[in-house]
Nanobody, 125 residues
């Protein structure tokens, strides 16, 4: 009913930049919060940044000042601008959305915890 589709990952040198995008599709009415998590090999998945529908943002300490999250409510899309990338930023980045209101048939439904398929970000020289 609802899908999250990510794009923008890839290989970049230390100090470089990448921009991730995540678009939610379906008969969506609203999304309360969208964000990005990442998981490096052998580590737990962790929050990178998230943004609410009222543009309130939260960042992991490790990315503050380097990453910027933004959203377009009309397009149900969230972006993550990543600057000054470091090798330790290497991970699979997952888009996440919570409290999604959407129509399933003629019924208005509220669902939690949607995840994208993940996109690889590799920072290496």
């Amino acid at each position: 009913q609802v899908q999250l589709v990510e794009s923008g990952g890839g290989l970049v040198q230390p100090g470089g930049s990448l921009r991730l995008s995540c678009a939610a599709s379906g008969r969506i009415v609203s999304i309360y919060v969208m964000g990005w998590y990442r998981q490096a090999p052998g580590k737990q998945r962790e929050l990178v940044a998230r943004i609410t529908s009222t543009s309130s943002t939260e960042y992991a300490d490790s990315v503050k000042g380097r990453f910027t999250i933004s959203g377009d409510n009309a397009k149900n899309t969230v972006y993550l601008q990543m600057n000054s990338l470091k090798p330790e930023d290497t991970a699979v980045y997952y888009c996440h959305a919570d409290q999604i209101r959407y129509y399933s048939g003629s019924y208005l439904t509220i669902s939690e915890n949607y995840w994208g398929q993940g996109t690889q970000v590799t920072v290496s020289s």
